[in-house]
């Protein structure tokens, strides 16, 4: 496809792009979008049925819209879901590695049991999802790996000792796919999203962590999901042919912040 397409529908007619997580919060803003671009969206997630209901509420959309259980943090899950994606549909152009966790603890007491969950579910299911995607997308000579990360991965926050360790692996991850796979005409790229107001942040983050943040944003407020969708678009299209092994903070600025007022 000529490089020169913008990033509108026609850039994505017929390919198929994958979301982890996708039922809801951000993954299921990635999934609308490319959706409404006239992509076939898988949405890949643990919880099937709030799959399938996300799907149906998409009917409207320009592409097709299907639901798949998977748990990325389950190695034969992940093979289960793509000997399906090959028979189904027999190809792979975009996989959005969005499905994560991220409970915190005070690192003196973290659960060593918890911190084996979270590097299988944030950092080894990317890998073992990238493996089979990528394979698919040589065939065409063409793919996109949008890895989602965390402004975690880059600056350090209290009680996340496992989630930023992992983001931090994802980032880096990324970078080595990203060399790795370009002679195949595969990007890799990070984003990674600032506080985000998905339910489950709004059901999780308390006054006081919420007043934390807001300190250090410039902008003085958390993210929506659809902003963060709006990276993700971009560089799924032609427009970012060119860029590979990224990251791309979608924080307000909180990643690069120091002193705020005088």
């Known amino acids: 496809m000529d490089n020169n397409t913008d990033s509108s529908s026609d850039s994505f007619q017929k390919r198929v792009a994958i979301v ?61 879901a793509f000997d399906l994606i090959e028979r189904e549909f027999g190809r792979c152009d975009i996989l959005i590695n969005n499905a994560g966790i991220g409970n915190t603890y005070p690192f003196s007491d973290f659960p060593v049991d918890y911190w084996r969950l979270t590097l299988d579910v944030n950092l080894t299911g990317p890998l073992l999802l990238a493996l089979r995607a990528s394979e698919m997308m040589k065939a065409k000579h063409w793919g996109r790996i949008i890895n989602i990360a965390s402004v975690s991965g880059i600056v350090a926050s209290a009680g996340r000792t496992a989630y930023g360790a992992s983001k931090a692996g994802l980032i880096g991850l990324t970078r080595q796919m990203a060399i790795e796979l370009a002679p195949y005409g595969i990007t890799a790229n990070c984003v990674a999203p600032g506080p985000t107001e998905t339910p489950l942040v709004q059901a999780v983050h308390t006054q006081e962590t919420r007043d934390s943040y807001f300190r250090r944003i410039p902008m003085r407020r958390y993210g929506k999901p659809e902003e963060m969708a709006g990276a993700v678009i971009f560089l799924a299209s032609d427009d970012a042919s060119f860029i590979t092994g990224q990251t791309l903070a979608i924080d307000g600025g909180f990643s690069i912040a120091g002193v705020l007022d005088i």
Do not use: H, K, W, Y
């Not at 639901?67 to 389950?74: K, R």
């Open 20 to 80: 982890t997580g996708g039922a809801m919060g951000i993954g299921a803003a990635i999934a609308t979008r490319l959706s409404n671009a006239g992509m076939a969206v898988i949405v890949a997630d643990r919880d099937l049925d709030a799959g399938r209901r996300f799907a149906a509420s998409l009917g409207g959309t320009e592409g097709e819209v299907t639901a798949i259980q998977v748990d990325v943090g389950e190695p034969q899950s992940v093979s289960n």
